[in-house]
């Protein structure tokens, strides 16, 4: 079965630190990745997305930026963080083409949340 | 413009009766999806219910249904019986087909709040 790992589940930085999250997927394939950014109380925001190995596109000019090394890993990295940078961060896979899985192709990791101080 | 959108920041049911939540879409795709999610304080994001845009049946998952308006470009969620683990945030979310990103738009959310 497919499954996907997020860490770490908390993180507290100091302004102007860097920033590395990391996500990856296993028993799957060729899988979409997507990180997703909350602030608090409010919807997700996608921030990027990667359909293969070093393609990267984002959906808002930011701080942040994004990597995809291997097929199943998903990099969220910021050289110097911001307050506005706190957030709770998802990760996402979903099956590229096709048919979808049992939950119609988009599973979340379980979250960071990120306290920028 | 948005392309999902959720009227209700906050609603309260009593236990045991049923509640909906509003969603209205925007979208020029024909193919399209449309999802709710429960997020409970912890965060994560669960699954519940989905409708594609050719389904000409509303969706059903236990307790949930999607109340399916093309025309009107509505996908309400309906809970019925409430419970008091259904208190969470609730989020509305589209997939357009077209393209090969096929990544999900959601809207604000619905905080719901069950009263015993």
């Known amino acids: 079965s497919q499954t996907i790992h997020q860490w770490p589940a908390t993180l507290v930085q100091p302004v102007g630190s860097p920033l590395s999250l990391e996500c990856t997927v296993e028993?799957?394939?060729?899988?979409?990745l997507y990180w997703y950014r909350q602030a608090a109380g409010r919807g997700l925001q996608l921030l990027f997305y990667?359909?293969?190995?070093?393609?990267i596109s984002s959906e808002v000019p930011q701080n942040l930026s994004a990597s995809r090394p291997q097929d199943r890993q998903f990099i969220l990295s910021s050289k110097k963080l911001l307050l506005s940078d706190s957030g709770f961060y998802l990760c996402?896979?979903?099956?590229?083409?096709?048919?979808?899985?049992?939950?119609?192709?988009?599973?979340f990791g379980s979250g960071t949340r990120l306290t920028v101080v | 413009a948005q392309k999902i959108t959720q009227t209700q920041p906050g609603m309260f049911v009593q236990e045991k009766e049923a509640v909906t939540l509003d969603c209205t879409y925007d979208?020029?795709?024909?193919?399209?999806?449309l999802f709710w999610y429960k997020q409970p304080s912890s965060g994560e994001m669960i699954f519940l219910i989905y409708?594609?845009?050719?389904?000409?049946q509303n969706a059903t998952e236990g307790r949930y249904s999607l109340n399916f308006q093309k025309a009107r470009k509505s996908a309400n969620l309906v809970i019925s019986a409430s419970q008091l683990g259904d208190s969470a945030m609730y989020f509305c979310?589209?997939?357009?087909?077209?393209?090969?990103?096929?990544?999900?738009?959601f809207g604000s959310g619905t905080q719901l709040t069950v009263l015993p």
């Open positions: 990667s359909v293969g190995i070093g393609q």
């Open positions: 979310a589209m997939r357009e087909n077209s393209g090969s990103a096929r990544q999900l738009t």
């Open positions: 979208t020029s795709d024909q193919s399209y999806g």
């Open positions: 996402a896979w979903s099956v590229r083409q096709g048919t979808f899985s049992v939950n119609y192709g988009y599973t």
């Open positions: 028993g799957t394939s060729n899988p979409n």
């Open positions: 409708q594609g845009s050719y389904d000409e």
